[in-house]
């Protein structure tokens, strides 16, 4: 049974920092693309970043490129988002999500992921 299990959402200060994690099971994340997407209230689920492929190729959204960094430990089989310098416009619920193979131009589209964590909240505020 492929399961994703997010954890290390909290309320922060802006300016603050959390890593999340991504723990996998079932499946390899090495050999998985991994991707993380967040959920604003009223807004459409959207991107974060992905890891997508054994050599651990990257992608950001431009929003959160240079503050967010995306990274993979194959023992523990586990993914993480480590978010520097968080704003309030990064609230939002967090959400894992893996597919075997990502299409190519889709490593940020949510529609293109298959196994689904249950998410995570993350709030940005003073």
């Known amino acids: 049974q492929r399961q994703l299990v997010e954890s290390g959402g909290a309320t922060v200060r802006p300016g603050g920092s959390l890593r999340l994690s991504c723990r996998a099971s079932g499946f390899t994340v090495d050999f998985h693309a991994v991707g993380w997407f967040r959920q604003a209230p009223g807004k459409e689920r959207e991107g974060v970043s992905s890891?997508?492929?054994?050599?651990?190729?990257?992608f950001y959204a431009a929003s959160v490129k240079g503050r967010f960094t995306i990274s993979r430990d194959d023992a523990a089989n586990t993914v993480y988002l480590e978010m520097n310098n968080l704003r309030p416009e990064d609230t939002a619920v967090y959400y894992c999500?893996?597919?075997?193979?990502?299409?190519?131009?889709?490593?940020?589209?949510?529609?293109?992921?298959?196994?689904w964590g249950q998410g995570t909240q993350v709030t940005v505020s003073s």
């Open positions: 890891i997508i492929d054994y050599q651990g190729s990257t």
């Open positions: 999500a893996a597919v075997p193979i990502v299409d190519w131009g889709k490593e940020l589209h949510p529609s293109a992921y298959t196994y």
